[in-house]
């Protein structure tokens, strides 16, 4: 078992910065990659940012140069930089866990925070 608790949200007015944390703890040694979802109300859960344990990164086209994700392994903290944040941003967002069980992920959440970008 993995757990996640995240933590770092609130509101903000538009252009302004947030810094979201993700501390891990469990059977983290088998987790491939350390994610950042977001879900807006009425839409889907979408992807913002990944890291790997290389420390290989991905974003979605949307944040591409304004957010930043970042791992501290001495401590366990997947953290994820946001800047010039948009009222579009404006969701949950979930750290998540994922490990590669060689056909399929298997996916550890945590419980989510609220971001809320005020125009």
């Known amino acids: 078992q993995v757990q996640l608790v995240e933590s770092g949200g609130g509101l903000v007015q538009a252009g302004g910065s947030l810094r979201l944390s993700c501390a891990a703890s469990?059977?983290?040694?088998?987790?491939?990659?350390m994610n950042w979802f977001r879900q807006a109300p009425g839409k889907q859960r979408e992807l913002v940012a990944g890291i790997g344990s290389t420390e290989d990164t991905n974003y979605a086209d949307s944040v591409k140069g304004r957010f930043t994700i970042s791992r501290d392994n001495a401590n366990n903290t997947v953290y994820l930089q946001m800047n010039s944040l948009k009222p579009e941003d404006t969701a949950v967002y979930y750290c998540?866990?994922?490990?590669?069980?060689?056909?399929?992920?298997?996916?550890?959440w945590g419980q989510g925070t609220q971001v809320t970008v005020s125009s």
């Open positions: 998540n866990a994922a490990r590669w069980e060689g056909t399929v992920w298997f996916n550890y």
């Open positions: 469990g059977s983290i040694g088998r987790i491939n990659r």
